[in-house]
């Protein structure tokens, strides 16, 4: 069984295609951040426009790189939300009308479900069910999962999420966007330990997070103390340090909580070395497992949303011929698997 992902929810258009035995059989992805990076954020209507250029050309791509032609595949799936409403609706279109061209089935999936799924695409991969720390630009969820579409949400962030205050802290110190990366990069120079910022919420029972005083923090230190380029790292390096402890302290409190052993990290902040590291050293001292993608997975990509749609066609799940997208979407709301008995 062949399925073809697509993923535009923002400014990543990303392709794939999975196939039921030999797993995922090619992969492309083009960023458009040269295109944002001068507006210093994604800019909706220059999203949508170009997945609208690249998307069609990419598909042809991935279908010549594995050598198969269009009839051969069995199913499509596509990203349906959360995200931008237009850059949502290029591949929600795309998807169910080649779908619809080729008489075969077409699935929407939710963009967070292809996240927490994306390390299943390695060869040690987890076994349901897992606890999902699940960090991006737009979420910072922790979600216990008992199998695909059961989803409990155990905690998230009141205000901005992970990766958001990334990248506004990024752009306060005058780094490029998406600024994630950048933060990370210039807090390896920064000195350990020269600011200690707090760490949000860790004082009180509970599995909510919330960055948004964490960044006002950090602007109050850069404006008292931000004269060069090293008191620029120092500071990136304590709001780095302090992100970090802060999703260890909540992931360790949620294993904790739901008995469970297994941590599975994924997001675009899950490709944060720091991050990576601390979560595998707390990981040894309890004796627990995490996982996460391969780094070229941690960001938006179209394996993921292959894969959970492989999953979800296979049981027998597909949407109506209506062109659907859900910019606000919760992932509680997905549907279960395997479909509940009806009649
Ligand atoms: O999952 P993703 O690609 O897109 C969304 O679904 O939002 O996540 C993007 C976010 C951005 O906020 C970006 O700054 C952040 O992930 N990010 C990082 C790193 N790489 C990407 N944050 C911290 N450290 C990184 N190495
Ligand atoms: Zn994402």
Redesign the pocket.
């Known amino acids: 069984m062949y399925v073809l992902g697509i993923e535009t929810?923002?400014d990543?258009t990303g392709v794939a295609l999975y196939h039921s035995r030999h797993g995922l059989v090619s992969h492309v992805l083009h960023s458009q951040v040269r295109i944002h990076a001068e507006y210093g954020g994604v800019v909706p209507e220059l999203a949508s426009r170009d997945h609208i250029c690249r998307l069609i050309p990419l598909i042809r791509r991935v279908l010549a790189e594995a050598g198969i032609e269009r009839h051969e595949l069995n199913g499509i799936a596509y990203t349906a939300g959360p995200g931008l409403m237009g850059a949502l609706l290029v591949g929600a279109s795309v998807a169910r009308s080649m779908a619809y061209a080729l008489g075969i089935p077409a699935i929407g999936i939710h963009?967070m479900e292809g996240?927490l799924l994306a390390p299943l695409l390695e060869a040690s991969r987890p076994d349901f069910p897992f606890v999902a720390l699940l960090v991006?630009?737009?979420?910072t969820q922790l979600v216990q999962v008992g199998g695909i579409g059961d989803y409990r949400l155990l905690g998230e962030s009141l205000d901005d999420a992970?990766?958001?205050a990334?990248?506004k802290t990024a752009k306060l110190l005058g780094l490029g966007y998406?600024?994630?990366?950048e933060?990370?990069r210039l807090a390896e120079q920064g000195q350990p330990g020269r600011h200690v910022f707090p760490r949000p919420m860790t004082d009180r029972p509970g599995l909510d997070f919330s960055f948004s005083g964490l960044k006002t923090h950090t602007l109050h230190v850069y404006q008292a103390s931000a004269k060069t380029l090293q008191d620029k790292a120092d500071i990136a390096r304590a709001f780095q340090d302090a992100v970090v402890e802060t999703l260890v302290i909540k992931s360790g409190r949620a294993l904790a909580a739901t008995g469970l052993n297994r941590l599975v990290v994924a997001?675009?902040?899950s490709?944060?070395?720091l991050m990576r590291q601390q979560l595998d050293d707390m990981a040894r001292r309890t004796g627990c497992q995490v996982y996460f993608p391969r780094l070229a997975f941690?960001?938006?990509n179209g394996a993921m949303i292959a894969y959970a749609g492989y999953r979800r066609l296979a049981e027998g799940q597909a949407d109506s011929l209506e062109i659907r997208a859900r910019p606000r979407w919760p992932l509680t709301e997905t549907p279960p698997l395997p479909l509940p008995e009806t009649g």
């Open positions: 929810s923002c990543e963009h996240h991006s630009g737009g979420h992970a990766g958001e990334f990248d998406p600024g994630g990366p933060v990370a997001g675009g902040v490709a944060n070395r941690c960001g938006d």
